[in-house]
């Protein structure tokens, strides 16, 4: 029976004691000068400190006696201990690759847990606050980003009134706000700007900007994006966006805390929002035909309107489309192709003249 | 035996006896560190890559790993340091403050909707400025003292006394002082910190010593601050390698007291080597991703923020971009920082005096079960 040389740390005090040990049938016999009595460490109880394989000298303590440590360094030891004490080198090859598998299965079902969850937490939270809420937050913001909007063509941001034009304008928006029967209360503002453009924010609150009025050919294309826009605030798609985006980028910051949160929290909003705003965009479209229906106006002017919009600013390619923020103008252009469309069209000649208008002063 | 690469010869440090058990010398080096990037670098890297590829939960495994690795490597009197932590704690810990965090984060959006009055939300964010400071100070703490107290040398632990909360209080009481005196008074700030930290903590059931006074550091950091300019930042570096000299000089042990001629050309060049490898890095990766994406876009649409008409490739190759950058930032800060800090370090604090370790006891102080959560969620920005 050999001895080897190695020194124990009793776990009580810091003290170090030269000591000789024994391999028995069922563990370690530890001895010592400096010891008051003689230590016996079962085989099964002893855990590794050190990668005992590759380093010497090596630690290892007993399980029984937490704060024990006994420090060894003949490479012979080794052997006994990979047939009495095996757990020592670690766990089984066995075991680390299910351990690899379970890692690997957990992480794509977290992955697919906030992919999936999230929009549907968010659509859930969003319906939870009170339309006084989401009211307050747009007119936080309303004003900022028409500014923005404006200043994207140098105009500066002023809502146009005249008259006979929000005369028009009112018409245009009651007919389809009575057929709705949204608990919204719309509240639609021509802006004094180039841009070819509408937005909707949270609440009610919709924008058009003269730009798009111009490039309207007739009333059916305005009430269709205002139909689009409308159907944005009933399904509090914004709401739900500024909710879905709190979302992402806590769970992500959180999640990869100090590996660098903050910037893939970012980038991931920023994805998730995209492919978010697809299925908004649609969501909207579907809902504004539905209006058009309902109110009894022509449903024509939602593909005509995108139609053109396509000859003037192309598409994107193909390939692109996955993670665009709309669905193809060409695509869209086709959404009212085989509808009846046998509604009326939205405006007199004249209020439609006053509409295009409403920003002469 | 086919030895790893890794595998490290301990160090014999000269022990005066043959036990080991008493340290009586005039004045030698503390600790020896035998890391080296090698394969500190190889944890690193797999880390990085295994957190992608987990959404980051496995950082907690990564961080418990390079802990291991790191305190292995250092040597006090013949015996390594050990780090007993464990994954599962760290990840409880991260639970426990997320959940917090995130109460906190949801009413403070609904706080912040609900008032519409400017001046409302003006109180309402310096309370939260105050708040996250607050939390930050209590999350330095705390995580300190998970780290003390899953510290141990040759199976005796370290612990921390003092609370979160009364370091937290202290900081923020002494940092509006400094506010207030337009810094003069940092020393000062600095001094006491150091004070509470160092007094409150334990090698088993000793306790460290330290009666720095910040008068001492004041005209040095009076001569950084007039210097700030003409040395481009360099003198406030040199200001904190005095400090850290000086809060050693006055740190004591029982009877042992140390000293550290770290030098600050030595910390300059290391930070040289590393903000360098960070630019080139940076650079590289920016190079490549503007041949790939046209950024200029990006600032425009992304302020409009209702109507994001950003291109797919953008947002991809910022997606990329971003993950790569962090994860090689992350593998860099381990190599080119923190491991020649910590050589850089060791090698320069000495230790005097005698003490018989056989008389210091078992730590009896509690222990916690979960890990330095706050700190994590709040990225302090710790090993």
């Known amino acids: 029976m050999i001895d080897y040389q190695g020194s124990f740390n009793d776990g009580r005090s810091a003290g170090r004691q030269e000591v000789s040990v024994s391999l028995g049938t069922d563990g370690l016999s530890i001895t010592g000068a400096g010891l008051t009595e003689p230590v016996f460490w079962p085989y099964n109880e002893l855990v590794a400190v050190d990668n005992i394989a590759s380093q010497a000298p090596f630690r290892i303590g007993c399980a029984s006696w937490p704060d024990a440590r006994l420090t060894l360094e003949d490479q012979r030891l080794l052997a006994d201990f990979r047939v009495h004490a095996p757990q020592l080198f670690g766990p089984p090859v066995s075991k680390r690759l299910r351990n690899a598998v379970a890692a690997i299965a957990g992480a794509g079902l977290l992955g697919a847990s906030i992919w999936f969850g999230l929009p549907l937490a968010s659509r859930f939270v969003a319906s939870m606050i009170p339309i006084s809420w989401e009211v307050a937050l747009s007119d936080q913001f309303a004003d900022e980003i028409v500014e923005q909007f404006a200043s994207m063509t140098g105009d500066s941001p002023r809502v146009c009134n005249n ?28 802006i004094d700007g180039k ?144 509808l009846e469309d046998v509604g009326r069209v939205a405006l007199s000649d004249t209020d439609w003249k006053a509409l295009q208008d409403i920003c002469k002063q | 035996m086919p030895f790893k690469d890794d595998s490290i010869q301990a160090p014999v440090l000269s022990a005066q006896d043959g036990q080991g058990n008493s340290v009586d010398q005039s004045s030698g080096q503390f600790a020896v560190y035998d890391g080296q990037a090698g394969p500190i670098t190889k944890i690193a890297a797999v880390n990085a890559i295994l957190g992608l590829f987990t959404l980051g939960i496995y950082r907690f495994w990564g961080k418990t790993r390079m802990r291991q690795h790191l305190w292995s490597r250092i040597t006090i009197l013949g015996d390594r340091l050990e780090y007993t932590g464990t994954p599962k704690e760290l990840l409880l810990g991260f639970l426990f403050a997320a959940v917090i965090m995130g109460l906190i984060s949801i009413g403070l959006y609904v706080i912040n909707i609900l008032i519409p009055s400017v001046e409302g939300q003006v109180v309402v ?52 002082l400094t506010g207030i005196t337009l810094g003069l008074c940092y020393p000062y700030m600095q001094t006491r910190l150091q004070e509470y930290r160092t007094n409150n903590t334990w090698f088993g059931n000793r306790n460290l010593v330290f009666d720095g006074l910040a008068y001492d550091l004041f005209w040095k950091w009076v001569l950084a601050l007039v210097l700030y300019i003409p040395t481009l930042g360099i003198s406030i570096l040199w200001y904190n390698v005095n400090e850290f000299r000086y809060f050693t000089s006055r740190t004591r042990f029982s009877s042992l007291s140390f000293s550290s001629s770290l030098s600050t050309m030595n910390v300059f060049l290391i930070l040289l080597v590393y903000g360098i490898a960070v630019g080139v890095l940076w650079i590289a990766l920016s190079t490549a991703a503007e041949s790939v994406v046209d950024f200029g876009s990006l600032s425009v649409t992304m302020e409009a923020g209702q109507a994001p008409d950003i291109s797919p490739e953008l947002v991809l190759g910022i997606v990329v971009m971003a993950l790569i950058f962090v994860s090689l930032m992350n593998v860099l800060r381990f190599t080119l920082y923190l491991h020649p800090m910590i050589r850089a370090v060791s090698e320069t604090l000495m230790v005097t005096g005698s003490i018989d370790v056989d008389d210091i006891k078992q730590s009896d102080a509690e222990r916690g079960s979960r890990g330095e959560g706050f700190a994590d969620v709040l990225d302090v920005g710790a090993i």
């Open chain 1, 163 to 190: 008259e006979e034009g929000a005369l028009a304008l009112d018409r245009l928006v009651t007919q389809l706000a009575e057929a709705d029967g949204s608990p919204y209360e719309f509240d639609v503002k021509v």
């Open chain 1, 195 to 338: 841009l070819n453009n509408a937005f909707a924010l949270p609440g009610g609150r919709v924008f058009i900007f003269r730009g798009l009025l111009e490039f309207a050919e007739n009333p059916d294309e305005v009430s269709a994006v205002l139909a689009h826009e409308m159907g944005h605030i009933t399904h509090q798609h914004g709401t739900r966006a500024i909710v879905q985006g709190l979302g992402v980028s806590f769970v992500f910051s959180v999640l990869l805390g100090d590996m660098g949160g903050g910037v893939i929290a970012a980038a991931g909003e920023i994805l998730l929002r995209m492919s978010y705003s697809r299925d908004a965009e649609s969501e909207a479209d579907d809902s504004a035909i539905d209006l058009l229906q309902k109110s009894g106006l022509h449903v024509g002017g939602l593909s005509s309107f995108f139609k053109r919009l396509a000859q003037e600013d192309g598409d994107l390619p193909s390939a692109l489309q996955l993670l665009s923020t709309h669905p193809s103008s060409e695509k869209r252009a086709q959404l009212t192709n085989g």
């Open chain 2, 125 to 176: 964010t310096i309370l939260y400025v105050i708040g996250l400071y607050f939390l930050t100070f209590f999350a330095i703490f705390r995580a300190r003292r998970y780290r003390l107290t899953r510290t141990q040398w040759r199976g005796v632990r370290f612990s921390q006394t003092g609370t979160g909360r009364g370091y937290a209080f202290r900081a923020m009481g002494l940092l509006l």
